[in-house]
Nanobody, 126 residues
Framework: QVQLVESGGGSVQAGGSLRLSCAVS????????LGWFRQAPGKDREGVAA????????YYADSAKGRFTISQDNARNTLDLQMDSLNPEDTAMYYC???????????????????WGQGTQVTVSS
């Protein structure tokens, strides 16, 4: 069974950086779609970035392009999200997610993911 555990969240000032990590266990399918989502109070959960395991294809939300970078570390079995130039609008609970089988038409739909971590809080102050 796939299990996901996020870490790396915290409080930073605007303009700062954070690196989130998601430890992935029970990974047996090279075709997994792995993604980062976030949810702020009173708002819907939204996709931030995603990557297909075993490929070079990456996806980013418009708000993340040029500031965030998604990557995999196979040696550590982690999915990472480097976040630079943070602003208060980035404040949210961040979740990693995985879809274990099948290919989807669009990456950023939360309902399409089979497994979720419990989240890590990111707070950006001005």
């Amino acid at each position: 069974q796939v299990q996901l555990v996020e870490s790396g969240g915290g409080s930073v000032q605007a303009g700062g950086s954070l690196r989130l990590s998601c430890a992935v266990s029970g990974y047996t399918d090279s075709r997994y779609l792995l993604g980062w989502f976030r949810q702020a109070p009173g708002k819907d959960r939204e996709g931030v970035a995603a990557i297909y395991s075993g490929s070079v294809t990456k996806y980013y939300a418009d708000s993340a392009k040029g500031r965030f970078t998604i990557s995999q570390d196979n040696a550590r079995n982690t999915l990472d999200l480097q976040m630079d130039s943070l602003n208060p609008e980035d404040t949210a609970m961040y979740y990693c997610a995985a879809r274990s089988s099948g290919r989807v038409g669009y990456w950023a739909l939360p309902a399409l993911y089979n497994f979720w971590g419990q989240g890590t809080q990111v707070t950006v102050s001005s």
